[in-house]
């Protein structure tokens, strides 16, 4: 009688083993999934940083349109730029 429980209980023991591999293995999976989604996400950021930067990049070496007239663009203002960033034949500002 002692071995029939026993083995009831390594039976039991097993199936519950068999269910935490069985969710464990789907955890596992949908973070693989998880990680693919974030180096494609990664990649796609890459390629439009660099587009925007070489964007840019063109952008400030062509002289604008106003009204009909060239004109010079201004970079955008961001922290840490002087005033010398400015195009050369822009005058500089009135403080």
Known sequence: MLDAELLER??????ELDDLEG?????LAQVR????ELAV????????TG???E??????SMPGQVGGQAV??????????EEDALPWD??????
């Open 10 to 15: 390594i039976t039991a023991r097993r199936s």
């Open 23 to 27: 969710q464990l293995a789907t955890q």
């Open 33 to 36: 999934a998880g990680r693919d």
């Open 41 to 48: 996400a990664e990649r796609i950021l890459e390629r439009i």
């Open 51 to 53: 587009q925007l930067a």
């Open 55 to 60: 964007e840019r990049a063109s952008a400030e």
């Open 72 to 81: 010079t663009l201004i970079p955008h203002r961001a922290p840490g730029v």
């Open 90 to 95: 822009r005058p500089p500002s009135r403080r």
